[in-house]
């Protein structure tokens, strides 16, 4: 019965889920039909919203970008090979190599997202190429459901926001500690459960695919970019192949890295970014080298460049026509004091499908649920952690946050979602649970 359900998932996204460009133009219309039904909005005033509101991800789409392929160029180097040998060397078995990819994304994105998504993908990738008999799409979805920590963890934007003096929110709420938050019993509760249920799901999964679906190692491509030897180097070349110009670079990256962490810098993604492109000049250990692994990666991310900008449109029309506000007042109209931490996560899960960003979406959805709170004298920072995993749940059937580790891969999102709808079921169960009876 285990498995009919577990291919019948499979089978069916895999026949008719369509490319993720498709379904954020299908969104896109739905969205903006609803603005005009149920806003009153004007056509031309959505259309408005949505012209906006279509480029307010630019600067987040190259960091997108600039995470992948810099990511990628580390994955490319003898030091990650040998690194991911190592883990080969525990994860010998399909299962293992499941349950371990499935582990460290979760701890990975809880500590960064942006480190962990690209590393879980990488490491995924590797791992499919050393273990025989893993099924690709698991492993990869295993990879991607990892993502699910990330808004708990150290780098969650709604968290470290109301931690932050000056943010939007403070006239109401005042300042609330990552203690009361990140760090708080209801927190990691659900993190110690999603640590134990995710992984789990995962590996039981394996019992429900009839015939596994492997890669050849060499449709992976090589294992490390190198230089061709030559003995007859023009001064141009011997420049693209010195050491010491990648290193001497490097060594100023990593030199600015520590001035801006003794000035009180903190771990964003912008730093991680920047760590990421000189750890891969060094380890690469020349020009020539980083960028033919750079060259490499940038051909994935054809679906990040122009996909972004639609998902920017939606949140635009979302935003300035009022249905973000209006889906969340909903909600909030119907809790207790003792629901509002779980119909507030089922809220945020539902409003990430149309506002794809934990930021974005705590400046629409956070005014609304502070107001609900007060009014219902329930526990602000319980609310807040209930809106983190609920806007992180549906990621796991979100291509948006998808795209990049699809592009490592080399997937399509009908390959792995019909494993991520089952851990979205799994894990939403354990998170509902906690915020009922904690």
Not at 103 to 112: D, P
Not at 128 to 156: M, Q, T
Not at 320 to 325: D, E, I, P, V
Not at 400 to 410: R, S, T
Request: charged share 10%; aromatic share 10%.
């Amino acid at each position: 019965m285990f498995k009919t359900f577990t291919n019948g998932f499979v089978n069916a996204f895999d026949r008719y889920m369509p490319d993720p460009l498709i379904l954020v133009l299908f969104i896109t219309l739905i969205v903006f039909l609803a603005g005009i039904v149920f806003q009153g909005q004007a056509p031309v005033a959505m259309l408005g919203y949505w012209q906006d509101g279509f480029w307010n991800l630019l600067s987040f789409a190259m960091q997108m970008t600039l995470i992948l392929v810099a990511g990628f160029s580390v994955a490319r180097t003898p030091v990650f090979m040998g690194l991911v040998d190592r883990i080969a060397g525990v994860a010998k078995t399909p299962g293992r190599a499941i349950l371990t990819v499935s582990f460290t994304t979760l701890v990975l994105c809880w500590i960064n997202w942006g480190m962990g998504l690209v590393a879980g993908a990488i490491l995924a990738r590797e791992l499919a190429r050393r273990v025989e008999g893993v099924d690709y799409r698991l492993l990869v979805a295993s990879a991607y459901a990892g993502f699910i920590s990330f808004h708990a963890g150290l780098s969650g934007s709604a968290t470290l926001l109301i931690a932050t003096p000056g943010h939007f929110l403070e006239d109401q709420i005042g300042l609330i500690p990552t203690s009361e938050t990140i760090f708080s019993a209801l927190n990691l509760s659900i993190c110690a459960a999603i640590l134990i249920v995710l992984p789990l799901t995962c590996r039981l999964l394996m019992w429900g695919i009839d015939k596994p679906v492997t890669v050849n190692s060499d449709n992976l491509k090589e294992d490390v970019v190198k230089d061709s030897p030559s003995e007859a180097l023009r001064p141009a070349e011997r420049l693209e192949r010195s050491k010491t110009l990648a290193w001497v670079s490097a060594a100023l990256g990593f030199a600015s890295v520590v001035v801006y962490a003794v000035n009180g810098g903190g771990l964003n993604l912008n730093i991680i970014i920047f760590v990421l492109i000189f750890l891969g000049l060094a380890l690469h250990a020349s020009a020539r080298s980083f960028l033919a692994a750079i060259d490499e990666a940038a051909r994935g991310v054809s679906g990040v460049l122009i996909q972004f900008p639609f998902y920017a449109g939606i949140m635009g029309m979302m935003s300035a026509s009022g249905l973000g506000a209006e889906l969340a007042q909903a909600f909030a109209n119907i809790s207790t004091p003792g629901t509002l931490p779980f119909v507030s996560f089922l809220s945020a899960g539902i409003l990430n499908i149309f506002i794809p960003s934990g930021g974005g979406q705590w400046a629409v959805q956070g005014p609304i649920l502070v107001e609900a709170a007060q009014s219902l004298n329930a526990d602000l920072a319980d609310v807040v952690i209930a809106f983190v995993w609920g806007d992180a749940w549906t990621n796991l059937i979100q291509p948006f946050w998808a795209l990049p580790v699809l592009a490592i891969a080399g997937l399509k999102a009908r390959d792995i979602m019909g494993f991520c709808v089952i851990m979205m079921g799994t894990t939403g169960v354990a998170i509902s649970a906690i915020l009922l009876l904690f």
